[in-house]
C-alpha cells in the first residue's frame, strides 16, 4: 500500500504532461486526463492508511542529513483529502469553462502541475521536499495567474504574486536550513521530535517559528503581503476557485498546523500568529464591503476568512482553523465557480452592471446563494459549525476576542449579502443569457454539495480524525449572539445589496491598503536593482576569469604544440642513433673482433710456425690487437 502512496501527487503530473503532448488530438483538451488523474489520488488517498510513507536519504555529509519522503498521517491526508476533493471539482467545471479555448492543452497542463505540487507539499515528511513543492506551487500559480498573458494587467498581476510570495519564502527557506543545522536533518518528525530536548534550545525554536511564518504570511495573503490576492483574480475562474480558496492560500495555514508544536514551543510566535490574523481580517472584511468587482469581494474575503483561521491558531485552536479550512474550501471554491459563470454569460464582474440573473440562471443563483449563506454562518450550513468552533476558543480567551469574531461574522455577513442581491435580485431582466453547460454546473453543484454537507459530517467527528485536542463548545449566549449578527449583517447586506458600495471610506482604505501592500514588492525590487553593480562587477570578474582561462588553454595548447614537435625530433633521433649504434656493432664491434680473432689465430699459427716459444711475443700482440680494435670500433661509433 506504501507503493501507492507515491502516485497520489504523481498521477495530476504526469497527466500535466500528457495534457500537454497529446492534449490537441483529445475531446477534452487532456482536461479528461487531469480530472481522472486526480479522481484516482482521491480513491488512492481512502485507501492510504495512517501512517504509511516513503522515505530517504537524498544526501549525507559531515553530520547533515537531507531527506526526502511522503507520509500519510491524520492532518496530511485530512488536508490532502480537501485539496484533491476541490480539485476534482473544479477540474470538472474546467472541462465546460475551457471548451472552446483553442489553448486548453495547457491550460490543463498547468492545472495538473499544480495539483501534483500542492498534494506532494501536503504529504511531504521532510522540509526540504516541502519547501521544493512550496515553490513549484508558486510557479504554478504564476502560469495559472497569468494564463491570459495578452488580456491587459494579467502579467502584471501574475508577477506581483510571484513576487510577494517570494518575499515570505525567504523566511521559509531561512527557517528550515536553521532547522538543519541545528537539528542535522530535514525530517520533520526529527524537527518535531527534538523540541523538549537538549538538541535544541528555545531560542532556536523560536527564530524558526517566526521564519516560518513568514512563508506562512506570504502564501496566505496576510498582511502586509496581502495585496497580492486581489489582483490575481484577473485569472481565468477555475484557478481562482482553486488557488484561492483550497490550496495555495490554504498552504500557509496548512504549514503552522504541520508545524504546530513548534509553534506551541514558542509563545511570541502564536501572539503573533493572532494578531496578524486579527488585523488581516478586520482590514481585508471592511474592504471587501466597499468592493464593487464581484471576484475582489471574494479575493478580500478569502484574505479575511484565512485571518480567522490565524487567530484560531494564535489561540491555541488548531482544530478549529481545520475545520474553518475545509468548510472554507467548500463554500468559496463554489462562489468562485458561480461567479465565473456569471462573467462568462454577462461579460463583466461589475456589481453595477449585474442584477436580476436568478430569473435567467436560476441553478447558478441557487448555488451562488447556498455558498453565500455558508459564508456568512447560516445554521446548518458548514460555515455555521465551523465559526462556532473559532468562536469557542474566542470565548476561552475572553470577552473581547469573542466580540472580535462576532464583528467579524458581521462583516462577512455584510458582503455578501451585498453581493449576492446585487448580482441575482434587483429589477433587470436580462435577456439572452442561461445556465452553462452541464459540467460547469455539475462542478459546481459538488462543491455546493459538500458546503451544505461538510458541517453535519465533520462537526463532533473531526477530533477523531485530528490529532488536535477538542476545544469545549462555546457558550450558548455567545453562539446566539453569533446567530444574530449572522442575521443583521446578511440583512442589512441585501438591504445594501443595489448600492455601488458600502460607502467611501472603506473604499479609500482598500486602496490604501493596496498601494501599503505593494511597498514590501517595490521594495524588493529597488534592492535587485540595486544588486545590479554587484552583479556586473561580478559578470566583469567572471569574464576576465574567462578570459584568463581561454589565455592559459592557448599557452597550454602552443607548448603541448611544440612539445609534440621537440618530442617527435627526439624520437627520431634516438631512432637514428639505434640505427647507427646497430651499424657500429655489425660492422665496428661484430667485424673488428671477427678480424682480431682471425688475426691472432694467423699470429699465433705464424709464431707457432716460427716456434719462437717466448710467451711475452704472445701477450704482447693480443694487446696491440685489442688496442687497435677499440680505436677503430670508437672511430666508427663518432664518425
Not at 498534494?119 to 521544493?132: D, H, I
Not at 532547522?179 to 518528525?189: H, K, S, V
Not at 502586509?224 to 482553486?242: E, F, H, K, Y
Amino acid at each position: 500500500m506504501t507503493a501507492l502512496l507515491l502516485a497520489i501527487p504523481l498521477l495530476p503530473l504526469l497527466a500535466a504532461m500528457a495534457a500537454l503532448c497529446v492534449g490537441r488530438r483529445v475531446p477534452w483538451g487532456g482536461g479528461e486526463f487531469v480530472v481522472i488523474a486526480v479522481a484516482l489520488s482521491l480513491i488512492l488517498l481512502i485507501f492510504n492508511p495512517d501512517g504509511a510513507n516513503l522515505s530517504a536519504t537524498w544526501f549525507e555529509s559531515g553530520g547533515f542529513r537531507l531527506t526526502i519522503g511522503l507520509e500519510v498521517t491524520r492532518l496530511t491526508w485530512f488536508v490532502a483529502m480537501i485539496v484533491a476533493s476541490t480539485a476534482l471539482g473544479v477540474g470538472i467545471y474546467s472541462l465546460g469553462y475551457m471548451a472552446e479555448r483553442p489553448d486548453r492543452p495547457r491550460f490543463f497542463a498547468e492545472l495538473g502541475l499544480f495539483v501534483g505540487a500542492m498534494l506532494t507539499l501536503v504529504l511531504s515528511s521532510s522540509l526540504v521536499l516541502l519547501f521544493a513543492a512550496w515553490e513549484l506551487v508558486g510557479l504554478a500559480s504564476y502560469l495559472l495567474i497569468s494564463f491570459d498573458y495578452a488580456k491587459a494587467g494579467a502579467p502584471q498581476a501574475a508577477a506581483k504574486a510571484f513576487l510577494m510570495t517570494r518575499i515570505g519564502d525567504v523566511g521559509l527557506l531561512l527557517g528550515w536550513l536553521l532547522a538543519l543545522a541545528t537539528i542535522g536533518t530535514t525530517d520533520i518528525d526529527a524537527l518535531i521530535g527534538a523540541i523538549g530536548t537538549d538538541r535544541i534550545d528555545s531560542y532556536a525554536i523560536t527564530v524558526i517559528a517566526f521564519l516560518v511564518l513568514a512563508g506562512a504570511i506570504g502564501k496566505s495573503a496576510q498582511l502586509p503581503l496581502t495585496g497580492w490576492l486581489p489582483d490575481a483574480m484577473i485569472g481565468p475562474t477555475p484557478v481562482s476557485a482553486l488557488l484561492h480558496s483550497a490550496t495555495m492560500v490554504a498552504a500557509g495555514v496548512f504549514l503552522v498546523l504541520r508545524l504546530y508544536p513548534l509553534f506551541e514551543a514558542a509563545p511570541a510566535a502564536l501572539v503573533a500568529l493572532f494578531w496578524i490574523g486579527a488585523a488581516t481580517a478586520l482590514v481585508a472584511g471592511l474592504i471587501a464591503t466597499a468592493e464593487v468587482d464581484l471576484k475582489r469581494i471574494l479575493a478580500w474575503s478569502t484574505a479575511s476568512q484565512l485571518g480567522e483561521m490565524m487567530i484560531a491558531l494564535g489561540l491555541a485552536g488548531p482544530l478549529a482553523a481545520s475545520f474553518h479550512l475545509a468548510a472554507h474550501a467548500a463554500f468559496k471554491s463554489t462562489l468562485f465557480l458561480a461567479a465565473g459563470a456569471v462573467q462568462e454569460e454577462t461579460g463583466t464582474r461589475a456589481l453595477d452592471r449585474l442584477g436580476g440573473l436568478i430569473r435567467a440562471m436560476p441553478f447558478t443563483g441557487a448555488v451562488f446563494l447556498v455558498g453565500a449563506l455558508a459564508l456568512a454562518g447560516v445554521p446548518p450550513l458548514s460555515g455555521f459549525w465551523s465559526e462556532e468552533t473559532i468562536l469557542a476558543a474566542a470565548a476561552q480567551s475572553g470577552v473581547a476576542t469573542a466580540f472580535l469574531i462576532i464583528a467579524l461574522v458581521l462583516l462577512a455577513g455584510i458582503y455578501v449579502g451585498r453581493a449576492t442581491t446585487a448580482t441575482f435580485f434587483g429589477g433587470r431582466r436580462p435577456t439572452q443569457m442561461g445556465e452553462p453547460g452541464w459540467p460547469m454546473c455539475a462542478g459546481m453543484g459538488l462543491l455546493a454539495l459538500a458546503a451544505v454537507a461538510l458541517g453535519w459530517i465533520l462537526a463532533g467527528q473531526l477530533g477523531n480524525i485530528l490529532p488536535f485536542p477538542v476545544e469545549p463548545e462555546a457558550p450558548t449566549a455567545w453562539r446566539l449572539l453569533a446567530v444574530a449578527a449572522v442575521i443583521v449583517g446578511f440583512t442589512f447586506g441585501v438591504w445594501r445589496g443595489l448600492a455601488p458600495a458600502f460607502g467611501s471610506l472603506p473604499a479609500k482604505f482598500g486602496r490604501g491598503l493596496m498601494a501599503a501592500t505593494e511597498a514590501p514588492g517595490i521594495w524588493a525590487m529597488q534592492c535587485a536593482r540595486l544588486l545590479d553593480p554587484i552583479e556586473d562587477a561580478l559578470d566583469s570578474v567572471a569574464r576576465f576569469i574567462a578570459a584568463a582561462a581561454r589565455a592559459m588553454a592557448s599557452a597550454a595548447h602552443s607548448a603541448e604544440c611544440r612539445f609534440d614537435v621537440g618530442a617527435k625530433r627526439t624520437a627520431g633521433g634516438i631512432w637514428r642513433l639505434a640505427r647507427d649504434t646497430e651499424r657500429v656493432e655489425v660492422l665496428g664491434f661484430g667485424r673488428g673482433g671477427d678480424a682480431l680473432a682471425a688475426g691472432i689465430a694467423g699470429s699465433g699459427e705464424r709464431l707457432r710456425t716460427l716456434h719462437a716459444g717466448q710467451l711475452y711475443l704472445y701477450t704482447l700482440a693480443l694487446f696491440v690487437w685489442t688496442a687497435a680494435a677499440l680505436v677503430a670500433g670508437g672511430l666508427m661509433l663518432w664518425l
